[in-house]
């Protein structure tokens, strides 16, 4: 097996590991935001086949963007405030207070945060390592393609 895969692989399981604690967050999360944990699950799921399967640049971008994407709201919902009744301050209350314990006392969201940070540093290196082998690679003889020795 090629290191193109190994590393889809590895991406693969991070995404798993992500749907997972999502769905741990759903049964500690208001119901308005049931739908959005188990949505987040579900993309973290698609971008996990396609890295198992076959992935491509296009598909590591997606990850790396969808995985900013949620530092960004995640963060935001573990901010601390003023209380907020608003679902949306429900939610970030209720994350940053309760989010759940994972194995060593580690808060369920932060844990979230670490595999997503991961996720997104595997995505960027992938996609900058592939830009940099078709940057330097050599046009072929009359194919007017380029030869890599990485294809991503």
């Known amino acids: 097996m090629t290191a193109q895969p190994v590393v889809g692989r590895i991406g693969a399981v991070l995404a798993v590991v992500s749907v997972a604690l999502h769905l ?3 049964a500690s999360t208001p ?3 049931m739908v959005v944990m188990l949505a987040l699950a579900a993309v973290c799921l698609v971008c ?4 198992w399967t076959a ?6 971008i997606l990850v790396a963007m969808s995985g900013a994407a949620m530092l960004v ?8 405030g003023p209380v907020d009744t608003s679902p949306a301050g429900q939610m970030g209350a209720h994350h940053g207070a309760h989010g759940g314990s ?10 979230a ?3 997503t940070a991961a996720e997104v540093t595997l995505a960027i290196v992938v996609v900058a390592a592939g830009a940099l082998a078709r940057r330097g690679g050599r046009r072929a003889i009359g194919t007017g393609s380029l030869r890599t020795g990485l294809s991503v």
């Open 48 to 51: 996990a086949w396609h890295l």
């Open 102 to 111: 994972a194995a060593g006392g580690i808060d369920v969201m932060t844990a």
């Open 55 to 60: 992935p491509t640049t296009r598909t590591w």
């Open 24 to 26: 741990a967050l759903v």
């Open 113 to 115: 945060m670490v595999v």
């Open 31 to 33: 119901t308005v935001w």
């Open 73 to 80: 709201v995640h963060a935001a919902m573990m901010r601390p």
